[in-house]
Nanobody, 119 residues
Framework: QVQLVESGGGLVQAGGSLRLSCAASGRTFSSYAMGWFRQAPGEAREFVASINSSGGSTYYARSVKGRFTISRDNAKNTVYLQMNSLKPDDTAVYSC????????????WGQGTQVTVSS
């Protein structure tokens, strides 16, 4: 089991960049796949990006591919989401999540961090 804490959200103008961080506690972080999700007001939560336990494989939602980059540092128990060329439609609460080895669902969640992109 891991506990997750996000940081790095804020207010940015369209076209700008932000880097989100998700710090995990627990000694098994390196065995978890990690993901970022977001939820805008009145909308369902949606998948943004994921990365496997070693960091060698990543996957992105079509809406962010080419603009966002997910990465992880297993020595620091941290996963990152670099967000470039931000758009007002990217405004949402961003949460990180962990999927245990062999698991089929995202079982651990952070509290989320607000990202607001102004036009």
């Amino acid at each position: 089991q891991v506990q997750l804490v996000e940081s790095g959200g804020g207010l940015v103008q369209a076209g700008g960049s932000l880097r989100l961080s998700c710090a995990a506690s627990g000694r098994t972080f390196s065995s978890y796949a990690m993901g970022w999700f977001r939820q805008a007001p009145g909308e369902a939560r949606e998948f943004v990006a994921s990365i496997n336990s070693s960091g060698g494989s990543t996957y992105y939602a079509r809406s962010v591919k080419g603009r966002f980059t997910i990465s992880r540092d297993n020595a620091k128990n941290t996963v990152y989401l670099q967000m470039n060329s931000l758009k007002p439609d990217d405004t949402a609460v961003y949460s990180c999540s962990a999927r245990s080895p062999g698991g089929t669902s995202w079982s651990e969640w952070g509290q989320g961090t607000q990202v607001t992109v102004s036009s």
